[in-house]
């Protein structure tokens, strides 16, 4: 049986950057919103200015493991050409825009005398821009030649993962910057996200599953490329309910939230998305005769 094995390995790179650059994004978010709240004092903002860095290392190395798929780097030039016509140049576009903005509003933080005002509205644009991202990550792959990709589950799926492994991860690093408000209501707000983004994703991928038969060409089937889609589901949701319940079990006072216990639970999460994203490229197949 031929299977999408070894097209899938071949864009593994983009199985990274799709693994890892939407959960970054989000962990982003999930990490600013603290630093907004008039709540948090001037000392832990900045500190947690400071570890922004963590997610947007993590989306970072996501574009960067993206940028090898274009072979010569003199490609890039290319991809800025198509914004806003294609996809893909755009979703390339609204993550350079996001990590220009998320980067020097990090380095600005470093200011000796940094504006409150601006901090906090370069903080917002860098937010927004990150959003964008997603949504054209999302949307990035809806190619109407690739009949296996062109279903609401795949723009859907995209954005659940990015909610699932997003807030896992920014609880790993408001844990590190010692922020004491993940202890309490924002991390257990962080969690909850991501178990209802679980649960509406392990929905999607087992609606996505029964229209995988459905699916075909004068080749094969949708279904034949991926015979383990259903044990990939199972792997996803498991991995994911390890990494809810591991933040989840220290929240609720059954432990101590520790950064190693937390950066378990984001690996674990990011580990079940790679999975499911390696599904996806295994699924490609185009309305001709190829896969």
């Known amino acids: 049986m031929i299977t999408g094995f070894d097209t899938a390995f071949s ?9 890892l650059a939407p959960s970054g994004v989000v962990a982003y978010l999930c990490m600013a919103l603290p630093v907004l709240a008039r709540s948090t004092d001037a000392a832990m903002r900045q500190r947690l200015n400071v570890f922004l860095a963590a997610p947007l290392i993590v989306s970072m190395a996501g574009l960067v493991a993206s940028a090898t798929h274009l072979g010569n780097p003199a490609n890039a030039l290319y991809v800025f050409v198509g914004v806003g016509r294609s996809p893909l ?5 609204c993550a350079v825009l ?3 903005l998320a980067g020097l509003y990090w380095l600005y933080c470093f200011a000796e005398h940094p504006r409150p005002l601006l901090q906090r509205l370069w903080l917002m644009a860098a937010m927004a821009a990150g959003v964008g991202f997603v949504i054209a990550v999302a949307f990035a792959y809806a190619a109407e030649t690739i009949v296996s990709w062109r279903t609401v ?8 993962n990015s909610l699932v492994g997003g807030p896992v991860l920014a609880i790993a690093g408001l844990c590190a910057a010692g922020y004491g408000g993940v202890r309490g209501r924002w991390g257990r707000v962080l969690v909850a996200a991501a178990a209802a983004a679980l649960a509406l994703n392990v929905g999607g991928f087992a609606l996505q599953g029964a229209e995988l038969p459905l699916i075909d060409n004068s080749f094969t089937t949708a279904a034949d490329l991926v015979p383990g889609f259903g044990a990939m589901v199972g792997v996803f949701a498991a991995a994911g309910a390890l990494a809810v319940g591991l933040d989840a079990f220290a929240l609720w006072g059954c432990s101590r939230l520790s950064v190693p216990g937390a950066l378990a639970a984001a690996g674990s999460a990011l580990v079940g998305i790679f999975v499911m994203r390696f599904a996806f490229y295994m699924m490609h197949m185009t309305v001709g005769i190829s896969i």
């Open 11 to 19: 864009e593994i790179t983009l199985v990274l950057f799709t693994t």
């Open 89 to 93: 140049s755009t979703e390339v576009f």
């Open 98 to 100: 996001f990590l220009a």
């Open 153 to 160: 589950y795949v723009p859907l799926n995209l954005v659940l």
